[in-house]
């Protein structure tokens, strides 16, 4: 337990500054005169500092850590994740000047596990995916460090009422707009965590929007939120995969164009979208 009140005043100092510094991710507006009458935007969430989709997350689990204690000056920082989260985790842990370890498995791109060596992190190998919650919570034990647990602790952690979480940033941002209540979210759904939050502060908000996450037919989310789905009409269903489809591709393309997007995830998005720039 740290109790440096010192230390920790300044560390919450150094993680809050560092999101002043850092604008909101974007949110564009696309020009698509295919789709007419309907507006959609695209909530660009790779423009944070380290181009994670789980920035967010990592900032709120370093600060939930630090206040309760549980990482000091000398405190090794250990994550069970080869993805977003442990290079977000581990460009804060170098700001805090702490070392990070993530636990992953061997068969780890060897790019995410670059990634994280780039913010100052190192890569602990096991040899299945099923051992990176045990090692990390053996090493955090052997280097009296703190296993980070973001499946355990994300909800806890993130405030999903607002405080910047994306869903706050999204309809703050949708203010000044036509319509500035939006009539759909679409996403897909990783582990969950961020649709949550969304669905959560939609319902908190007492808003009128509906939450579409779209994932593959008998996922681990499809089939957990089967007696949601079975209650929309099969008709509204389908014309709702058609538009979320031709909008996916359209947004796309529009960024793919877009000047203010970034070199490297132009470089993603062309696989996807079968268009160059010309």
Sequence with gaps: ??????????????????????????????????????????????????????????????????????????????????????????????????????????????????????????????????????????????????????FTYAERATDWRGNNNIANSIFSQMELEDHPIPSWVVMSPGTGGTSATIGRFIRYQKHDTKLCVVDPENSVSMTTSRQVTRKLPVIVAAKLKVLVALALNQALFQAWLMRCVPFQIRQVLQPFIGWKKR
């Design 1 to 150: 337990m740290c109790t440096d009140h010192q230390w920790i005043n300044n560390a919450v100092r150094k993680i809050e500054a560092d999101f002043q510094r850092s604008a909101d991710t974007h949110l564009i507006k696309l020009d698509l005169p295919s789709i007419e009458g309907i507006d959609v935007y695209l909530k660009d969430e790779s423009t944070h500092p380290t181009g994670s989709l789980k920035h967010r997350l990592a900032r709120s689990l370093f600060l939930y850590a630090i206040c309760n204690g549980w990482i000091g000056p000398e405190t090794t920082v250990i994550e069970s994740s080869s993805g977003s989260t442990a290079v977000s985790e581990a460009y804060f842990a170098r700001l805090l000047g702490l070392p990070f370890i993530a636990v992953m498995p061997k068969c780890t791109a060897r790019k995410k596990i670059e990634q994280i060596e780039f913010y100052g992190g190192k890569a602990h190998l096991v040899d299945r995916s099923d051992q990176i919650y045990a090692e990390s919570r053996r090493l955090a034990e052997e280097l009296n460090g703190h296993y980070m647990d973001q």
